[in-house]
């Protein structure tokens, strides 16, 4: 067989990469089935036509085609990882090679072979995204536990009972973590919040809770301080409120509503046939908490020790309850 032939079939099979050619004036000679799969344009399109076409208009002004060749031509090779253009204008990353082609030393032209590395580069800078990302939250999550640690230790009675306190809060921090580690650090739902955050199905007493909403997202940020004061009114419920007996309801409604004239996240705890209740003299650990509200966001929180059954009322803006920082 044909060397010639060898080549050309070569080339025809070679189609993950770009395999152009080039006279020494950097005008296509020849464009691979390969090119015209990556680049979009056909063989006919392109011969004769300078070969800087597949470079980003920024890159030509540059002058960076003429440099690599002019590096090929003086070092046998040039090498180059870049954004390159395909007929339709769309970018995408790709590595590439340049070499000399030469008989008997004199130049004859250059052999261009350019390989698609989108995904690859894409992979890189959602990694590198992800790692900043990360540290951003890890920051702000040790500030959160430093300050539980802190207060439940100020405010207990023993160590036995700061121990208990600290465990408990971390294990609902643990578990909004695991909501959002489920979804990739992205928004959750708020009713699969509510339902984790309040233990719904191991407590084993979901027929005391009512809970109606429509679908609304909840950003990171949000959910982590949202499934915190949520826990709260739960721990409070069953220590003093309508939990604390088999006759008590509690119903958690949320919808948007408006704050200072712009849309808002709202969300309404109430309970009823709990034992009366009795406004506490001293303000503890866990009413700081509800009353700090939704982090990242404005927010407003009421609590009004009603006789017939505490109420809790969160408002928030919506844009920043959804935002993912």
Not at 96 to 124: C, P, S, W
Not at 280 to 302: F, H, M, W
Request: aromatic share 6%; glycine share 8%.
């Amino acid at each position: 067989m044909a060397n010639r032939r060898i080549a050309e079939m070569v080339l025809e099979s070679a189609i993950d990469y770009a395999i152009i050619t080039a006279d020494l004036s950097g005008n296509v000679t020849s464009w691979s089935t390969g090119a015209e799969m990556i680049f979009g344009w056909a063989e006919d399109e392109v011969l004769g036509l300078p070969a800087d076409i597949i470079f980003t208009s920024d890159d030509r002004a540059h002058n960076v085609p003429g440099k690599e060749l002019a590096n090929a031509l003086q070092n046998g090779r040039a090498t180059d990882e870049r954004w390159h253009v395909r007929k339709d204008g769309s970018r995408f990353w790709a590595s590439g090679e340049m070499l000399r082609l030469h008989d008997d030393g004199a130049a004859e032209g250059f052999l261009k072979i350019v390989r698609d590395r989108t995904q690859q580069k894409r992979a890189e800078e959602l990694q590198s995204m992800l790692s900043q990302e990360l540290s951003h939250r890890l920051k702000n999550q040790l500030a959160m536990v430093q300050g539980i640690v802190n207060q439940s230790l100020r405010r207990a009675d023993n160590i036995e009972a700061a121990r208990l306190s600290i465990s408990q809060r971390l294990g609902v921090l643990g578990r909004a973590h695991d909501l959002l580690l489920t979804g990739y650090g992205e928004r959750i739902a708020v009713r699969t919040l509510v339902e984790r955050a309040v233990n719904l199905d191991q407590d084993g007493r979901s027929s005391q809770f009512s809970l109606d909403g429509p679908e609304i997202q909840v950003g990171p940020q949000s959910a982590l301080s949202l499934a915190m004061l949520l826990h709260e009114l739960t721990t409070n419920a069953f220590k003093y409120g309508a939990l604390s007996t088999a006759e008590g309801q509690v119903s958690i409604e949320w919808g948007i509503a408006e704050m200072n004239k712009e849309p808002a996240f709202k969300l309404n705890w109430k309970e009823k046939n709990g034992p009366p209740v009795v406004k506490p003299t001293v303000e503890g650990l866990g009413t700081r908490l509800v009353k700090s509200g939704i982090a990242g966001t404005p927010n407003q929180v009421d609590l009004e020790y009603a006789f017939e059954g505490l109420r809790c009322t969160v408002l928030a803006q919506l844009e920043g309850f959804q935002a993912d920082p």
